[in-house]
T-cell receptor, first 110, second 113 residues
Framework: QKEVEQNSGPLSVPEGAIASLNCTYS??????FFWYRQYSGKSPELIMS????GDKEDGRFTAQLNKASQYVSLLIRDSQPSDSATYLC??????????FGSGTRLLVRP | ETGVTQTPRHLVMGMTNKKSLKCEQH?????MYWYKQSAKKPLELMFV???????ENNSVPSRFSPECPNSSHLFLHLHTLQPEDSALYLC????????????FGPGTRLLVL
């Protein structure tokens, strides 16, 4: 089992819809969780971090963490074509480094 | 522009060349990282430096040689690379190497001929 699993996509949603991106992980000791966005040919940029169970909202983005079920998700409300990118889930599996998933490609159709 | 800069942004080199990638962070962080990102593969951690000391070498071939002269600068020296080393090389930094938020530079797109 991979340490961090994401559906590669593409996930296609119409403009204005809610995009839901999911990530599961194997190490129950993971404490820190991150969502990064990466446009084609660019470097990853941090969207959100989450450390506690529950929801964390920042503008159109909501991160959800459920440690018991070992998943973290990212919801994007009112999706825009500019949100089209690859979204990387990353976590800290009880060590000093981050482990990244392979990413989910999101396509927002105008 | 982010607080992490990388030069050059693009590099083409032959298998017998020697080149260096440079990374500089202006965030006052103490940890710096090198990652490799190949097409359709997850980010691969290569090296971690925490307070100028190397704390992780993720089974990287010796043709990649890192150098961290201080907490703000990180180099990756390249020699006798192979075509499969062609990739995007990303530098990142964080406050400390403790699973904290990492901030990435723009990357160096490397092509080995």
């Amino acid at each position: 089992q991979k340490e961090v699993e994401q559906n590669s996509g593409p996930l296609s949603v119409p403009e204005g819809a809610i995009a839901s991106l999911n990530c599961t992980y194997s190490d129950r000791g993971s404490q820190s969780f991150f969502w990064y966005r990466q446009y084609s040919g660019k470097s990853p940029e941090l969207i959100m971090s989450i450390y506690s169970n529950g929801d964390k909202e920042d503008g159109r983005f909501t991160a959800q963490l459920n440690k018991a079920s070992q998943y973290v998700s990212l919801l994007i409300r009112d999706s825009q074509p500019s949100d089209s990118a690859t979204y990387l889930c990353a976590l800290n599996p009880s060590s000093y480094k981050l482990i990244f998933g392979s990413g989910t490609r999101l396509l927002v159709r105008p | 522009e982010t607080g992490v800069t990388q030069t050059p942004r693009h590099l083409v080199m032959g298998m017998t060349n020697k080149k260096s990638l440079k990374c500089e962070q202006h965030l006052g962080h103490n940890a710096m990282y090198w990652y490799k990102q190949s097409a359709k593969k997850p980010l691969e951690l290569m090296f971690v430096y925490n307070f100028k000391e190397q704390t992780e070498n993720n089974s990287v071939p010796s043709r990649f040689s890192p150098e961290c002269p201080n907490s703000s600068h990180l180099f990756l020296h390249l020699h006798t690379l192979q075509p499969e080393d062609s990739a995007l090389y990303l530098c990142a930094s964080s406050q400390e190497a403790a699973g904290e938020t990492q901030y990435f530079g723009p990357g160096t797109r490397l092509l080995v001929l």
